[in-house]
């Protein structure tokens, strides 16, 4: 079993629809959360950042963390087609400990 | 700003072949990470720099991958020989320091045929 496991299976959404995307995890001991987003032919970006469990907000961006359940979200509000990306989860202990990544979930927005 | 250089953005070559990577961070960052990312998967690391040194290269296969960073600033990443299962997408990344956001470069596309 890896690590951090996200349903990499495309997601296609009309404008305007709410975009959900999850990851889970086995390691209790990660405490940093992560969305990266990384449109085609480009590097990753970073997205959101989250310590432990709770929620934040950034715009039409929300993560969400819930430890107890190793289950982690991001939801999209009022998705655009400059949104179609692959966003992926990634997750640390802190520290000098390398980043976990998950496979990705391609989004394609449709105008 | 700049933001993380890589060069070449794309390389082909033939299997048993050397191919090098080229790597400039974004100035003053002094933590700089090679990743391999896979077709449909997350990027992976291949070995992190604080400065000059390589602190974390538990998941570089050694027997035909090698990295130097001499002076702290630019990177360089080796295979040689490449084999079939090179074949990947090797990002740089940098940070300010191994706790700060990590800036990712666009990645060379390499294809090993």
């Known amino acids: 079993q890896k690590e951090v496991e996200q349903d990499p299976g495309p997601l296609s959404v009309p404008e305007g629809a709410i975009v959900s995307l999850n990851c889970t995890y086995s390691?209790?001991?990660?405490?940093?959360f992560m969305w990266y987003r990384q449109y085609s032919r480009k590097g990753p970006e970073l997205l959101m950042y989250t310590y432990s469990s709770g929620n934040k907000e950034d715009g039409r961006f929300t993560a969400q963390v819930d430890k107890s359940s190793k289950y982690i979200s991001l939801f999209i509000r009022d998705s655009q087609p400059s949104d179609s990306a692959t966003y992926l989860c990634a997750m640390t202990k802190g520290g000098n400990n390398r980043l976990a990544f998950g496979k990705g979930n391609q989004v394609v927005v449709i105008p | 700003e700049a933001g993380v250089v890589q060069s070449p953005r794309y390389k082909i070559i033939e299997k048993k072949q050397p191919v090098a990577f080229w790597c400039n961070p974004i100035?003053?960052?002094?933590?700089l990470y090679w990743y391999r990312q896979n077709l449909g998967q997350g990027p992976e690391l291949l070995i992190r720099y604080e400065n000059e040194e390589a602190v974390d290269d538990s998941q570089l296969p050694k027997d035909r991958f090698s990295a130097e960073r001499l002076k702290g600033v630019d990177s360089t990443l080796k295979i040689q020989p490449a084999e079939l299962g090179d074949s990947a997408v090797y990002l740089c990344?940098?940070?300010?320091?191994?706790?700060?956001?990590?800036?990712f470069g666009p990645g060379t596309r390499l294809t090993v045929l």
């Open positions: 390691n209790s001991a990660f405490q940093y």
């Open positions: 990344a940098s940070s300010l320091g191994s706790l700060n956001e990590q800036f």
């Open positions: 100035s003053g960052h002094n933590t």
